[in-house]
């Protein structure tokens, strides 16, 4: 009795799986090579999809199953219990809201982020803020019916990272905010110029992909389970572990552009081509936390793609390719890469202070979400914070509060995942260098099997079985803490920034 | 009521026409991008996606729907009427046959796949034999479910053909058959030697594809509603109207292949691109019959493509892309793409023979589901066919009868649309010809506009709501007929043949 509906129940997830994996593959499509007059009809086909995976996940029989699993839980394997947690999970973000809402939500929804759009194009925040309001408004409505305990970010949080409280973000993103603006005064006061005029200039695509996808190769991308195409954002997406794919998008006029999106999005490919067989069209193919996927990119990205170690061995392969670099040392490289100015663009950030515009965005949506912070302030406190922390000033609404899509759909408490995975990495890296003797070694002769192979017996293997906090104290025996991603940037900048 | 009742039909065919885009959409990823590990897992999104347009095209809904209609449908529009009845069809061709025994076709099919490629792998007939006569049996079965009247085959051929029956096709293709072979012997008894070494070399496959996109843009194929990409068999796909891609195959060696398969692939494509609006997604949205559909990729590649006039405009083009043509003659060079020789492999078959290909495999056909050959006699029945008329004969079974893959999963009456699309073509030529004054001045100037602008209004913009017949007889005021096509081939090969 219990096993046949455990089966069905797990039948019934592998459908929606599957379901899932053609809509994200015809997104992919949309994204790198559908013909341009196609748009209208693919959103029709697209829509009808989505509609039918809303209605697997949120249906009679799927409730029924998940209910009788409520009781009759004890026994169960480790992984069964967490394909059933997983689903119910989703069952209930959905299914706690009254339906009537949710259609008036996703109608909403789509009006926003129109709207946005438009506010964006017109650099004008006026347009969009009666949207944002009601985008607020339905998540504050949506955190009475999921219910909450101290704060009602919390459960926005959680959606996201399981278990994670504003009381522990505000203590870990207030030391990541005092620790980088310390750093940042170091910098500054060092009158210390860095060169990068020779990263911007002309640079062949067919060269910077053929550069790509040597680096990617020997990261380990698997280049038979996955695919490098070119999308106008970058992103990666699976359809089950035996094919992931990565995009990027190539800057004729800037080198590191398609190079470090390309060892970012490679960083996310790899875990979802390494999370095993046996936990496919499970729900448990990925990871649980946006901010574990995101460490691994950054990790690849910025610890990793972005040391001076890993130039050693592939700046040579650089002068090969690329003739513009011949006259350029190693160091000169290193410390280009390495550039730190504060900005107003949060997707250009560098390594150093991109965490504060994640904290920025973090310290507005609690207020906004727990009702301390009125839309008609937000726009002045987010500029009055750029220059506080950044010291930094949009000079129009579109390289300032509108520059991001994510409040546009309501999603709130996502952003904190961005930094949260650069302290998880940074973490990871602590324990890595005590158990992987040699690393550094491996690294310059481009050996970065062993790194992989780390990542992947600690993190890639369990995909969502486990919670972040569940991941990180298994690694390091310590629950999160930033004072290993603040030693490292301390570590790194002021050693460039002498 | 019956307002209510036509929405909801309609709304419903519109879900499994997206179900069955978004399915095409897999297929053609997988076909063109996808990485060689995930060939699995693609199978078993196929497989679901596949599942599910079944149980809508076949649940009870439908039939209660299509069942109403069978006594509400006077009053209706043609268009209504013609979506109807082509959903009853399809409805019909499966729920005729018991359940049980569909499934079994469908396990057999798979294995008679398996076992088809195995045996042409070792060029062995007896390793595909049990299962081709399984495929045979099955067929037969399910003519009886469906119901004949004089031939069982004419059943088998109103499924790709409405109307079709053996009598008439019998006639059609026995004058085709004598008068193609009365040509050939006369360009045998010409004497005249065609040089081909010069499309045989080294083609480089960028300017390939860049010389057949400049080819299918003049003739009118969209490419910002479609793509031209690579596959290992070149196929046209239809994702709707504003969507519709076709692929090629480059052979660096042989300048024919890629260029023709493309403007054959255009050719399809350019009908589907052609079909307006109103009918898509509503089971309208190509031609009824497979034939019409070839007449249009065989009238653009071999009427159109392979004429001279069509080169007068095109060859200083091919010369200026590739130098190898730099000493060649138009005149050459005509002569060399018409090249004919009676040979074994269909696909790579000429114009002129290619027919006799087709006849060979429709006698074989409807003999084997009358019960009139055995299994046991086929392939020597095949390989004296191929003897008596184009007097070639197999080396190997996989050169002979095991080359096609249609037997394989039970495709029987599939093959004379082929054909018919040559004879389709021709007879529309026929009326073209008297009612587009200037035609072939068009064509020397590469203007082919009146060419697509004609056969839009005559054919593409009809999509399925006539029958072949209906449509031949709309055009030229008169039934099927081969004299068309027989005058055509005739007065182009015995002036090459002098």
């Known amino acids: 009795m219990r096993k046949t509906k455990l089966n069905e129940l797990k039948s019934y ?17 949309m994204q790198t090579k559908m013909p341009k007059k196609a748009i209208e009809q693919r959103s029709g086909i697209i829509e009808h999809i989505s509609g039918e995976i809303f209605r697997m996940t949120t249906s009679d029989r799927m409730g029924e199953l998940l209910d009788y699993f409520v009781h009759n839980i004890e026994g169960l394997s480790e992984k069964d219990k967490a394909i059933i947690k997983h689903a119910r999970k989703e069952y209930d973000e959905t299914k706690k809201i009254p339906e009537e809402r949710y259609r008036e939500f ?19 925040f006026e347009i969009f803020k009666p949207h944002l309001k009601r985008m607020i408004d339905f998540q504050r409505e949506f955190v009475e019916y999921w219910g909450y305990k101290d704060n009602k970010y919390d ?23 005092n620790g980088i603006i310390k750093i940042l005064n170091k910098i500054e006061k060092s009158g210390k110029q860095v060169n990068r005029d020779f990263l911007l200039g002309r ?9 790509a996808l040597f680096i990617l190769n020997k990261m380990g991308y698997d280049l038979k389970a996955g695919r490098l195409d070119e999308s106008m954002h970058p992103f990666t997406i699976s359809f089950g572990n035996k094919d992931v794919r990565i995009t990027t998008n190539y800057d004729n006029e800037d080198f590191t552009s398609a190079l470090f999106s390309s060892i970012h999005e490679g960083g996310h490919g790899i875990f979802d081509q390494d999370v095993p067989d046996d936990l496919q069209r499970t729900g448990l193919d990925t990871s649980l936390s946006m901010s574990i996927h995101e460490s691994q990119s950054r990790f690849y990205e910025n610890i990793l793609g972005r040391s001076k170690e890993f130039w050693e061995y592939f700046f040579p392969f650089a002068k090969y390719e690329f003739s513009e670099f011949k006259d350029i040392s190693l160091e000169e490289f290193y ?10 663009i949060r997707t250009e950030a560098d390594e150093l202070t991109y965490s504060i515009h994640i904290i920025i965005r973090y310290e507005i949506e609690k207020a906004l979400i727990n009702g301390d912070l009125d839309i008609d302030d937000v ?3 987010w500029n009055r914070k750029y220059k506080d922390y950044l010291g930094v000033e949009p000079k129009n609404d579109s390289e300032g509060i509108l520059q991001d899509i994510h409040w546009s759909d309501g999603s709130f408490g996502y952003f904190p995942s961005y930094a949260l995975g650069n302290i998880y990495g940074a ?12 690393i550094y070694d ?21 995909g969502a079985m486990y919670s972040p906090s569940e991941i990180i104290k298994n690694i390091s025996n310590e629950d999160l803490s930033c004072k290993y991603f603040l030693d490292y940037l301390e570590k790194k900048y002021l050693s460039i920034y002498k």
């Not at 990272?161 to 505000?170: A, C, F, N, R, S």
């Not at 640079?203 to 550069?211: L, T």
């Not at 410390?335 to 900005?343: D, K, L, R, T």
């Open 379 to 381: 726009k002045e406190v």
């Open 427 to 438: 973490q990871m890296l602590h324990t890595m260098k005590k158990e992987y003797q040699g």
């Open 203 to 211: 640079f062949d695509k067919n060269s910077q992909e053929k550069f």
């Open 335 to 344: 410390e280009a890469i390495n550039y730190v100015e504060p900005s107003l």
């Open 155 to 177: 459960t926005l949080l959680d959606k996201y990272e399981e278990g994670l409280t504003v009381k522990k973000l505000d203590k870990i993103f207030d030391e990541l905010k």
């Open 13 to 29: 997830i592998e459908s929606i799986s599957k379901m899932n994996s053609a809509l994200e593959l015809i997104y992919w499509d």
């Open 442 to 462: 491996d690294i310059r002769n481009g050996e970065l099997g062993g790194i992989h192979m780390w990542l992947y017996e600690n993190v890639h293997k369990y």
């Open 106 to 124: 996703v109608i909403a929804q789509a009006l926003s982020e129109g709207a946005w759009e438009e506010a964006k194009e017109k650099k004008d």
